[in-house]
């Protein structure tokens, strides 16, 4: 078999998609090299953290934190890119792991019930053909032994591109695109919402706000990288 695998990668060989180097058969998707090159935040065991920070009097967030720092032009954005426009889902399954593993090793996120990512609309789901945290979340599941679910929050409108806006700008539009379709399934659980990057939060507060409308539930929150 291992004779079979070593022809095949002779001629399809596996690749770091960050350098596009040939990776060895211990490396995983990222070359060793380029994961000890991430801007990790470090930020999983940390209270009060720049990510929580940003949540402070605008909804109740027990607990949140990001993998990665991200920047324009950077290996973080180059990562999300290749996951969220090249469909190269093996990223969110290598984000999810390292993530998971940490939070499960972590005091600060006990007992989560529910991992809910943030939703795509139909209409991109269709066009992408996937939603960007599927595996990422597949992968939380699995490391964490919590049920992912994606058909609980839904998105009802498309928004135009968040990146230019300012944070009030980008709250207004994404304030009622979201709907909760069962507000008592979630009724005293405790959610991981999960979303690829933040920046400024305003569409994981919308998300937060619509998931607010179930009776006595608890938001913690996970995202792959954070605007710094």
Same mark, same amino acid.
């Given at each position: 078999?291992?004779?079979?695998?070593?022809?095949?990668?002779?001629?399809?060989?596996?690749?770091? *998609?960050?350098?596009?180097? $040939?990776?060895? +058969? $211990?490396?995983?998707?990222?070359?060793?090299?380029?994961?000890?090159?991430?801007?990790?935040?470090?930020?999983?065991?940390? /209270?009060?953290?720049?990510?929580?920070?940003?949540?402070?009097?605008?909804?109740?967030? +027990?607990?949140? @934190?990001?993998?990665?720092?991200?920047?324009?032009?950077?290996?973080? %954005?180059?990562?999300?890119?290749?996951?969220?426009?090249?469909?190269? %889902? $093996?990223?969110?399954?290598?984000?999810?792991?390292?993530?998971?593993?940490?939070?499960?090793?972590?005091?600060?996120?006990?007992?989560?019930?529910?991992?809910?990512?943030?939703?795509?609309?139909?209409?991109?789901?269709?066009?992408?053909?996937?939603?960007?945290?599927?595996?990422?979340?597949?992968?939380?599941?699995?490391?964490?032994?919590?049920?992912?679910?994606?058909?609980?929050?839904?998105?009802?409108?498309?928004?135009?591109?968040?990146?230019?806006?300012?944070?009030?700008?980008?709250? /207004? $539009? *994404?304030?009622?695109?979201?709907?909760?379709?069962?507000?008592?399934?979630?009724?005293?659980?405790?959610?991981?919402?999960?979303?690829?990057?933040?920046?400024?939060?305003?569409?994981?507060? +919308?998300?937060?706000?619509?998931?607010?409308? @179930?009776?006595?539930?608890?938001?913690?929150? *996970?995202?792959?990288?954070?605007? +710094?």
């Amino acid at each position: 078999m291992k004779f079979l695998l070593d022809i095949f990668y002779l001629f399809f060989p596996n690749t770091c *998609v960050c350098c596009d180097s $040939n990776l060895s +058969a $211990n490396e995983k998707t990222i070359c060793l090299k380029c994961r000890f090159e991430l801007p990790v935040t470090h930020f999983t065991a940390l /209270k009060n953290n720049p990510v929580e920070e940003i949540f402070f009097g605008r909804i109740p967030v +027990a607990y949140a @934190t990001s993998l990665l720092f991200y920047k324009d032009k950077g290996i973080s %954005q180059h990562l999300i890119s290749q996951l969220k426009y090249k469909g190269n %889902q $093996n990223i969110g399954t290598f984000l999810g792991e390292w993530i998971g593993d940490a939070l499960k090793h972590c005091e600060r996120f006990p007992d989560i019930d529910y991992i809910i990512p943030v939703p795509l609309h139909p209409k991109k789901l269709k066009k992408r053909g996937y939603n960007q945290l599927t595996t990422f979340g597949e992968s939380l599941s699995k490391i964490l032994d919590t049920p992912y679910i994606d058909t609980l929050l839904i998105r009802k409108s498309i928004t135009d591109s968040q990146t230019h806006k300012s944070r009030i700008d980008r709250f /207004k $539009n *994404v304030k009622e695109i979201f709907y909760l379709t069962d507000t008592s399934f979630l009724k005293n659980k405790h959610i991981l919402l999960i979303d690829d990057v933040i920046t400024t939060g305003a569409t994981i507060e +919308a998300c937060a706000l619509e998931l607010g409308r @179930t009776k006595n539930i608890t938001i913690s929150i *996970v995202t792959m990288s954070f605007t +710094a």
